[in-house]
């Protein structure tokens, strides 16, 4: 069966520091992978999405970015954490026309 | 342009059935979807529609679409308890790999 796994659940890191999240999908092949950003329990901001082994694309300029090193694999990632980076982090993958399937999400804290 | 619109709010008294609204601009949506997120949870694909469909319906749920109007609807019959969640509408145009969501409605229970 088609599963996908986000970790870890829950993060607090300092201002400055890297952060590194990571999404990984089983039973399928060849998926669109996607990172949401969801602020204050709303709406989504889609931030990067990949059609394939390093083919990413950005949708918002920030502070953020994105890796496909592997074809179900999937890594968000930035150097150094802003405060605005707070939120809850959502991967999804999808296949065909069908709908995104989602992680259960990281919440992100930045101190 | 990509804009998706629900209301924000909508609280309904147990057993009532609940409508649930969104607009979308894009005229080329190829599909429509429904998703839910309960508190702290990811996303949950609900339902779908093919944007040739005017209706579907999947136990409780019922989507209505108005291709002329951009308008589409989610009813839920028999509401309970934990239908309590964020409703989130999204749409899939022909030419682009991702989907755009609306905002996301809030969906209270009241006894």
């Known amino acids: 069966s088609q599963t996908i796994h986000q970790w870890p659940a829950t993060l607090v890191q300092p201002v400055g520091s890297p952060l590194s999240l990571e999404c990984t999908v089983e039973g399928t092949s060849n998926p669109n992978l996607y990172w949401y950003r969801q602020a204050a329990g709303r709406g989504l901001q889609l931030l990067f999405y990949s059609v394939g082994i390093g083919q990413i694309s950005s949708e918002v300029p920030q502070n953020l970015s994105a890796s496909r090193p592997q074809d179900r694999q999937f890594i968000l990632s930035s150097k150094k954490l802003l405060l605005s980076d707070s939120g809850f982090y959502l991967c999804?993958?999808?296949?065909?026309?069908?709908?995104?399937?989602f992680g259960s999400g990281t919440r992100l804290t930045v101190v | 342009g990509e804009d998706v619109e629900q209301s924000l709010f909508l609280s309904v008294r147990e057993g009532d059935s609940s409508v649930i609204n969104c607009t979308y601009t894009?005229?080329?949506?190829?599909?429509l979807y429904w998703y839910k997120q309960e508190p702290g949870a990811g996303l949950q694909l609900l339902t779908y529609i093919f944007s040739n469909m005017d209706m579907k319906q999947d136990q409780r749920l019922t989507v209505l679409l108005n291709k002329k109007d951009k308008h589409l609807s989610l009813r839920i019959a028999d509401t309970q308890t934990g239908d309590s969640a964020i409703y989130f509408c999204a749409e899939k145009y022909s030419s682009a790999s991702k989907i755009i969501f609306g905002s996301g409605t809030r969906l209270s229970i009241r006894p």
């Open positions: 999804a993958w999808s296949v065909g026309d069908h709908g995104y399937t």
């Open positions: 894009d005229s080329s949506s190829t599909y």
